[in-house]
């Protein structure tokens, strides 16, 4: 792990020269020393201390990092939408769902929000043999489901072999392990060991391998009454008192459309140095709130105790933050990158019938016309008026956080319009007297651009990428629309010309990122493919790119692997199926009543709610 250590280090460093550069507003010396003091605090009052396991009383408990504090209270965050779809993390499709299945089923193991590294959680142990091959995973004794029973290694090898391998629910972890199409050989030991095995050195298998797990004895009968009953377990009608679950906090009540009210567990497995059990906090609500600016009045109508701050809204709560009971955190470069995506499917549909008009089939698998609009979209200008300067252009698969980055790619290029034009030129485009684009057969150039309606952020960038493309003589009809019908337009019936949306990746594991680039993979956007479908038409680059995702995958050292994923990240620069466009900062409000805060890039805010509580 001393490698990693060093990478993240640097990583570190980077990113606080990165942030140093963006411009958020211009600071006096009195501001700077005021989030100097922020900092400076936030350390002194979280004592972090090294992720240790104590065996106390018959259980392996994990010692909290923070120092002690004391029970009750509450914590309110908030979503935007409709709420949770669902209880179940193995069939979570939407942030919201995903966020409270996490919450309550921990997984074996972790990431240090501090550095990256992999830390124990449900499990205490894991050992890799010398060939990289098999995984030998020691759980904690005495740790417990809520209903008294131990979690033991029948719950790891059901998990993986009865949901995970067995194709049960949401598949982008079992797509994620097959090796040379192979999956894990996974078998018990004894009571508290597991071990995996899989078919060659595999680098993403150590954090892949640290899965949620489910409890045998409550899965295995819905398992065997079928796939279509697995996929409504834990539904958001279920009663919260029929769930049993392994993490800090479960449900306590759901009403819809406007909260969730989750409730401590008071046998999780945590506890502090004076032997208190953890969480301190009686209740974790997440209130659903209709939008972004719905969301920012419950927070200065104290509602809410945190929000993420957009960059239009940044100023008004700096001004805020000098007289109210909130501190910012500024967390650097997000890990979510935010662009705009062609449909370049030429296939039929089971009538006969094109996905994509056959027209804009040939302008959008054009790497001229795709060069072109990129090179008309004004990237800074999208920082400063959108995101209020609270952002940095982005140009690249990787987002900005990430240790994987290609350097060389990621200042990419300035709005070149007369550049763009000489490519449409190259490609048989023109324009006539009223400067509309046509194509070389005389087609006025016009077409859609989607995205999620109510998502303010996205609804301000289709408008500026419209303008933008009216540079170039072509109609952009921007259309916001439902979130569920975007959806099944992407994932169903592929009826779309071009989306505007964004996708939250891993800045440690390109390889988290592969139902995205494999041309089978189940987020492929740009050129979904059924399962059913042949794969004689993947395009010459896709192919290109699934043998180099793979590689990536199957290279141990970080040195090559980096060249491994630079090359990934060009062959996304050169084709441009995606067009990134910029990548926020993580600003977040937190109530000043809130303690044993340890904000990181890593982690965010609440990653540790178990250690947290009130003033």
Not at 238 to 244: A, R, S
Not at 568 to 577: N, T
Not at 586 to 598: E, S, Y
Request: aromatic share 12%; charged share 25%; net charge neutral.
């Amino acid at each position: 792990m001393g490698k990693l250590k060093k990478i993240f280090f640097i990583l570190i460093i980077i990113s606080l020269i990165l942030v140093s550069c963006f411009r958020i507003d211009k600071k006096t010396e009195e501001e700077k020393k005021t989030d100097n003091n922020i900092s400076e605090e936030k350390m002194a009052e979280s004592e972090y201390l090294p992720y240790k396991t104590i065996f106390y009383n018959g259980t392996d408990y994990r010692l909290s990092r923070s120092k002690p504090g004391k029970y009750g209270g509450q914590i309110v965050s908030s979503t935007i939408g409709e709420g949770p779809k669902t209880f179940n993390p193995w069939t979570s499709k939407d942030a919201t769902s995903s966020q409270i299945a996490d919450i309550m089923y921990d997984s074996l193991f972790t990431t240090d929000p501090d550095n990256g590294e992999v830390i124990p959680a449900l499990a205490k142990e894991m050992i890799v043999s010398d060939d990289q091959k098999t995984y030998t995973i020691i759980l904690r004794k005495g740790a417990k489901w809520s209903d008294g029973k131990e979690i033991t290694a029948d719950d790891v090898v059901f998990t993986w072999n009865n949901i995970i391998l067995d194709g049960f629910g949401n598949t982008s972890l079992r797509d994620s392990v097959l090796i040379d199409g192979e999956y894990p050989k996974v078998r018990k030991i004894d009571k508290y060991t597991v071990e995996f095995k899989i078919k060659k050195p595999f680098a993403p298998f150590q954090r892949f391998v640290g899965s949620q797990i489910a409890p045998k004895h409550i899965f295995e009968p819905v398992v065997n009454k079928g796939k279509r009953y697995f996929d409504s377990y834990l539904s958001t009608t279920i009663n919260p008192k029929d769930i049993v679950y392994s993490g800090a906090f479960v449900v306590d009540e759901y009403v819809p459309a406007q909260r969730v009210v989750m409730k401590r567990n008071p046998n999780y497995y945590a506890m502090d140095s004076n032997k208190n059990l953890l969480p301190y906090i009686d209740k974790y609500v997440i209130l659903i709130v209709g939008d972004l600016n719905n969301e920012m009045l419950k927070f200065e109508a104290g509602e809410l105790d945190v929000i993420s701050v957009r960059g239009q809204d940044l100023p008004r709560f700096k001004e805020k933050q000098k007289k109210s009971d909130f501190k910012l955190y500024n967390l650097g470069p997000n890990t979510g990158t935010m662009f705009i995506a062609f449909n370049l499917n030429t296939r039929k549909d089971k009538n006969g019938n094109y996905y994509v008009n056959p027209k804009k089939q040939k302008w959008f698998n054009d790497i001229n016309f795709r060069t072109a609009i990129d090179y008309a979209i004004d990237r800074n200008a999208m920082v400063n008026n959108v995101a209020n300067g609270v952002a940095q252009p982005l140009y690249t698969a990787e987002s900005l956080s990430s240790i994987f980055l290609n350097e060389k790619l990621a200042s990419g290029h300035p709005k070149d319009v007369e550049y763009a034009k000489s490519l449409l030129k190259n490609s048989g485009f023109y324009w006539d007297k009223n400067g509309i684009l046509h194509d070389k057969e005389n087609n006025e150039v016009e077409f859609d651009l989607l995205t999620n309606a109510g998502q303010t952020e996205r609804e301000a960038l289709g408008v500026m990428v419209k303008e933008d493309l009216k540079d170039l003589g072509i109609k952009v009809n921007f259309k916001p629309i439902e979130f569920n019908s975007l959806v099944s337009k992407l994932m169903s019936s592929f009826d779309w010309d071009m989306v505007l949306m964004g996708l939250t990746g891993s800045p440690l594991e390109p390889h988290s990122g592969k139902n995205v680039w494999n041309s089978r993979g189940h987020l492929h956007l740009f050129n979904m493919r059924r399962p059913e479908e042949e794969d004689n038409n993947i395009l010459p680059w896709e192919k290109e790119l699934d043998d180099v995702i793979e590689q990536g995958a199957l290279e141990l050292d970080y040195d090559k692997r980096k060249l491994i994923y630079d090359k990934y990240q060009q062959i996304i620069y050169d084709q441009r199926p995606i067009i990134y466009l910029y990548s926020p900062l993580t600003i977040t409000a937190i109530r000043n009543k809130i303690k044993n805060l340890h904000p990181t890039s890593l982690g965010g805010t609440l990653y540790n709610i178990d250690e947290l509580y009130m003033k």
